[in-house]
């Protein structure tokens, strides 16, 4: 996240979507690039619905929106307003508030944090590109406050991290909640994320060394006085926990929020095309509903 991307200007974004049909007409071609498909039967014609944007399937007689099936199902708001949410989630370097984001739309704070955290969701891994080369990983407690430990604080939730290398840099990062650091809490992050070809460095913690089975090039090595064996990973947690801090908050929905910091760092290069590729992302996932996303 150090390199800035250049983003698609406000102006541009209102050019391409300057009301609610640019929008409707938008997402049809993302969600069917090579003709309509019916949702339920696969059927290639469809007719024109009873409702405007809708595409009647001219076998099954389903009833399929831009919206159906994506995270834009059963939105409340005009969608025009939805996809300035996406476009200020993906463009702005540091992140946005709902709080923000009911300002500057004029939507109600719950209904901007509700949306947000759908579009959150489209920001998870895809489990398809698992790190390769030189890898380090390493566990945090976030949500641990100075001057209180143990079982005092009970919002803090560990989160195990891993970096690839590329050079003096970091080309990528991931990180997810578990529930301790005992090797069967690691185990599911190390085979969603990391090559069994990598070359892993972690400290000396035992919870790592049933790994040396499956991961041949893991080694163990000191962590060293405050982490000096590991500069980089605790600068990368250090910025976390600063972003964390300065756009949410807390650590009630910490899985979101680590995917969606690991997502920006891991396109920060991808200048303009980052809004595509959450929109994209957006259309693609299942709906998500209110009553899943643990509301307050």
Not at 41 to 53: A, E, S, V
Not at 180 to 201: M, R, W
Request: aromatic fraction near 12%; include cysteine; hydrophobic fraction near 35%.
């Amino acid at each position: 996240m150090e390199k800035r991307y250049e983003s698609l200007t406000l102006f541009e974004f209102q050019q391409q979507f300057p009301d609610d049909q640019a929008c409707y007409d938008h997402l049809a071609q993302l969600k069917w690039p090579d003709g309509f498909i019916c949702e339920k039967c696969g059927h290639t014609h469809y007719c024109k619905g009873k409702l405007k944007n809708t595409r009647q399937c001219t076998k099954c007689g389903y009833q399929a929106t831009p919206t159906s099936g994506t995270l834009f199902h059963k939105v409340k708001f005009p969608i025009l307003k939805a996809f300035y949410i996406v476009y200020f989630i993906a463009t702005n370097k540091q992140g946005i508030s709902s709080t923000e984001l009911s300002r500057k739309l004029g939507l109600r704070q719950k209904t901007c944090w509700a949306f947000k955290q759908k579009v959150m969701k489209a920001m998870s891994s895809s489990l398809k590109h698992p790190m390769m080369g030189n890898v380090e990983v390493d566990e945090t407690v976030i949500g641990q406050e100075e001057g209180t430990k143990g079982r005092q604080n009970e919002d803090k939730k560990l989160v195990v991290v891993a970096i690839e290398r590329e050079g003096k840099g970091i080309n990528r990062m991931y990180a997810r909640v578990i529930e301790n650091g005992s090797n069967a809490s690691l185990k599911p992050f190390f085979e969603d994320h990391i090559s069994p070809q990598a070359k892993i460095t972690t400290d000396e913690w035992k919870g790592y060394s049933p790994f040396k089975e499956d991961f041949p090039n893991l080694e163990q090595i000191p962590s060293g006085k405050k982490g000096e064996n590991f500069p980089d990973m605790h600068r990368i947690i250090m910025m976390f926990k600063a972003w964390l801090r300065g756009i949410h908050h807390s650590v009630k929905h910490l899985q979101s929020y680590l995917d969606e910091y690991c997502y920006r760092f891991n396109r920060h290069l991808m200048k303009s095309k980052i809004f595509d590729n959450l929109l994209s992302r957006v259309v693609a996932h299942d709906p998500v509903y209110c009553k899943d996303l643990n509301m307050i």
